[in-house]
């Protein structure tokens, strides 16, 4: 990855040296970047900040807020094997969706882990490493209370990716089986879903999820119960947003492989665009596109 100024001359200033006139020009100068994308890393603060990171280079997200953006779709690039492949699902290719330990059903849903047991689905020291870890069943308010799981390691990340403005945890359990049967259980009494939509336009209420999690609690399967976290607060996330879209627009890369417009906000993993265009960086992981910041 390159970065690159560019730009429209124009004239600065004019003098004299000698016996010569000499003009000094400046540039209108943006910056390029190109490369494939990942999800956006992110930094706890007030606002949260953003990092768009490619091979050699990263965009503090934060910094481009209130410019206009140019984003061009050039090819695929499957984030496991590397290929000129169509992106399938979770910015892989078809073939190593169905090949890959970090691909397996177990990932979105928790409950099918069999680490525990030592039963291997795709690669068993790939799923201990990751199933046999402390995780987090949590409550998180992004368009509504929802329950969710996550690695312990993960907390605050997977919240600031749902677009929650508020979360508390509920349950920490030693594997990511005990967290699945968890969720599937409360998910019975709270939505397990975020309304996009609502969370982009930030049409949503606080809550008390500290009521939330004890009313929660007589449901939580026997097997956790004992894990319980009894005392602890509400965690906070302010996004920076200069202003929310009225309505939503999604930007498709394949529907619609050149955009510009003015980022006015970043809200979970999406640049939210003055026009009232939405782009889902991380539904769009494994397109290899080209950035410029005008």
Known sequence: MELAFFGIFGL????????????????????QFE????????EMGSPIQYYLLFNNDFLNVNQVLNKELHIAFLKYQCLNCGLERPIFRQGFCRNC???????????MHPELSTAHLGKEDRDLDYEKKVQLQPHIVYLANSSNVKVGVTRKSQVPTRWIDQG???????????NRYLAGITEVALKEHVA?????????????????????????????????????????KETEMEFPVLRY???????????????????????????????????NIRGSEGYYVSLNII
């Open 164 to 174: 929650a403005h508020e979360a508390i945890e509920i349950v920490e359990v030693p």
């Open 12 to 31: 600065l200033k004019i003098g004299k040296k000698g016996s010569k006139i000499y003009r000094i020009f400046y540039k209108q100068t943006y910056m």
């Open 192 to 232: 397990d879903k975020t309304n996009w939509r609502k969370m982009l336009t930030n049409k949503v209420d606080d809550e008390d999820l500290v009521a939330w999690r004890n009313q929660l609690r007589q449901y939580i399967p026997e097997e956790a119960a004992s894990y319980f976290i009894e005392s602890n």
């Open 245 to 279: 879209p009225e309505k939503v627009k999604s930007l498709n890369l394949e529907k619609t492989p050149e955009y510009r417009g003015k980022l006015m906000g970043i809200k979970g993993q999406y640049f939210l665009f003055e026009d009232n265009t939405v782009f």
């Open 35 to 42: 490369g494939v994308l990942r999800k956006m890393k992110t």
């Open 97 to 107: 969706f169905y090949e890959i330990p970090s691909a397996g059903d177990w990932i």
